[in-house]
C-alpha cells in the first residue's frame, strides 16, 4: 500500500529538549517537504527536499532542520524546541511537486511546555 | 510571500444545502489543487486543475479555474454530512517549487 508513515503521531516534550520526527515514504518520490498546520493559517512549508542530498528552506524554516540522506526518509529535526513550535506537523512526498498530488503522512501532534 | 486567498473561513450548512469555497491569486498560475482534510485527519487530494476556464467534476463536487488563471472554486452540490471537513487549494510556485496553501474553509452541517 502506498503510504507516507510519520512518527509519533503525538508528543509532548519539554522546552529546549531535540527531537525528531521521522518521515517514511514507500512511493519512491524524490519531493518530500514538511508543513505545520496552526488555526486558521491552512498549512505552511517548513522544508523541502527536490532529491537525496537537496533540501531547501520553505516558508517557516526557523528553529528546524532536516536531512534527506536517503530517498525514502525526511525527518524534521527541532534542536531547541519551543513553545511556539507546538502545532501539528505533516509529511508529504509527490512524484512531481505541484503536478502530481502530494501524498501526506497522518500527522504529528506535539505540545512544547 | 506568495498568498493564496480562500474564503470564507467558515460556512455552516444545513444538510442538503449547497457550499461554495473560493481561491483568489494576485498571480497567473500554473495549476492549482484541492484537498479535503476531515476532522482529525490528514489532507487528501481531489482534484488538479490545469488549463484556463477548466471545469471539473467528481460527483456532486464542480470545481472551476478561472479563466485568467488567477482564482478557482469549488462547489458542493446538496451537502451530506460525509462532505464535513476542511477543504483546502493550493498553487505552485515553479519559481521556487514551492505549493503555497489557502487558509482552508471549514464546512460544517448545522445540526
Known amino acids: 500500500e502506498a503510504q507516507v508513515t510519520q512518527n509519533p503521531r503525538y508528543l509532548i516534550t519539554v522546552t529546549g529538549k531535540k527531537l525528531t520526527v521521522t518521515c517514511s515514504q514507500n512511493?519512491?518520490?524524490?519531493?518530500m517537504s514538511w508543513y505545520r498546520q496552526d488555526p486558521g493559517l491552512g498549512l505552511r512549508q517548513i522544508y523541502y527536499?527536490?532529491?537525496?542530498?537537496?533540501?531547501d528552506k520553505g516558508d517557516v524554516p526557523e528553529g528546524y532542520k532536516v536531512s534527506r540522506k536517503e530517498k525514502r526518509n525526511f525527518p524534521l529535526i527541532l534542536e531547541s524546541p519551543s513553545p511556539n513550535q507546538t502545532s501539528l506537523y505533516f509529511c508529504?512526498?509527490?512524484?512531481?511537486?505541484?503536478?502530481?498530488?502530494?501524498?501526506f503522512g497522518q500527522g504529528t501532534r506535539l505540545t512544547v511546555v | 510571500g506568495q498568498q493564496v486567498m480562500q474564503i470564507p473561513q467558515y460556512q455552516h450548512v444545513q444538510e442538503g444545502e449547497d457550499f461554495t469555497t473560493y481561491c483568489n491569486s494576485s498571480?497567473?498560475?500554473?495549476?492549482i489543487q484541492w484537498y479535503k482534510q476531515r476532522p482529525g485527519g490528514h489532507p487528501v487530494f481531489l482534484i488538479q486543475?490545469?488549463?484556463s476556464g477548466e471545469v471539473k467534476k467528481q460527483k456532486r463536487l464542480t470545481f472551476q479555474f478561472g479563466e485568467a488563471k488567477k482564482n478557482s472554486s469549488l462547489h458542493i452540490t446538496a451537502t451530506q454530512t460525509t462532505d464535513v471537513g476542511t477543504y483546502f487549494c493550493?498553487?505552485?510556485?515553479?519559481?521556487?517549487?514551492?505549493?503555497?496553501w489557502g487558509a482552508g474553509t471549514k464546512l460544517i452541517i448545522k445540526p
Open positions: 508529504a512526498s509527490s512524484l512531481s511537486p505541484g503536478y502530481t498530488e502530494a501524498f
Open positions: 512511493m519512491n518520490h524524490e519531493y
Open positions: 527536499s527536490m532529491n537525496v542530498e537537496v533540501t
Open positions: 498571480t497567473t498560475l500554473s495549476n
Open positions: 486543475l490545469v488549463k
Open positions: 493550493a498553487e505552485f510556485m515553479d519559481s521556487n517549487y514551492q505549493l503555497i
